[in-house]
């Protein structure tokens, strides 16, 4: 009925393809998705099962990055995410080969997911926002409306950004994160609480972040207090390997830093 479904894609059971909507060679979509009318799947989207791709959004188009030569690369879209209107997913390049977008996300209107980022389940992306080219965010974190985010950051899991934040800088996990430059604001208690986090858990990392940002060591000597001074757990051990692994960017400050 005025879609237009190329041959060769692969579509599941109970997949609704409204009118007006473009589905090019080398897609697969999952079974229960709904693709709504005037969106454009392109060649490399691999689209997980109950998702809703909303009007004009675009997924799989060719990355926006001058390296790219026409390789064959993927955007994979996870299960029960909804792409809302005029939001664009860019597939990957010879960078990863290809852009995730994991399970259970919301990603609002006229925002943009750059070639090869990967984000991971439970997510949120504000309106408008638009994240560069190889970003990571880690599952559960809220990203509020109009936030831009350079190319090669990390946002940690259960992060809570301000509305039109710049992130030039990593984001670690558990934190608020807002002001103009952007700074670490406090732990997203309210985030951690309705995710039943414990009151053990949040004393943990609440103790982790007062070292990193409240006393006077430098973030490696902080660091190496925490490993030294406080047991192992989930939390202390992400927050560590978090910072660790993205040492030659850093983190953002904190608010008196």
């Avoid at 809703?52 to 990355?63: E, L």
């Avoid at 852009?99 to 408008?128: E, F, K, P, Q, R």
């Avoid at 509020?144 to 990390?154: I, R, S």
């Amino acid at each position: 009925m005025n879609a237009f479904v190329h041959p060769n894609a692969k579509i599941g059971k109970d997949v609704i393809i409204d009118p007006f909507a473009y589905i090019d060679d080398n897609v697969e979509i999952g079974d229960g998705t709904h693709i709504f009318p005037n969106a454009t799947i392109l060649s490399g989207a691999r689209i997980g099962k109950n998702c809703r791709i909303f009007p004009s959004a675009v997924i799989a188009g060719i990355p926006q990055d001058l390296k790219f030569r026409g390789e064959e690369t993927t955007a994979v879209i996870g299960d029960n995410t909804t792409i809302r209107e005029c939001a664009t997913v860019n597939r990957g390049t010879a960078s990863k080969g290809t852009t995730i977008v994991g399970s259970n996300n919301l990603i609002m209107a006229y925002s943009h997911i750059a070639h090869d980022c990967v984000i991971g389940n439970n997510c949120i992306i504000g309106n408008a926002s638009q994240i560069a080219g190889e970003v990571k965010i880690d599952d559960w974190a809220i990203l509020g409306g109009g936030n831009l985010v350079h190319q090669f950051v990390h946002i940690g899991g259960h992060v809570m950004m301000q509305g039109g934040s710049r992130s030039s800088k990593d984001v670690p996990p558990y934190v608020t994160a807002g002001r103009e430059p952007l700074v670490f604001a406090g732990l997203n208690l309210i985030g951690l609480r309705r995710r039943n986090f414990t009151a053990e858990q949040i004393q943990t990392i609440q103790e982790c972040y007062r070292t990193i940002y409240q006393s006077a060591l430098n973030v490696s000597q902080a660091l190496e207090k925490i490993e030294a001074e406080m047991p192992s757990t989930p939390e202390r051990d992400y927050i560590i390997s978090f910072i660790k692994e993205g040492a030659a960017r850093g983190i953002i400050k904190g608010i008196n830093v």
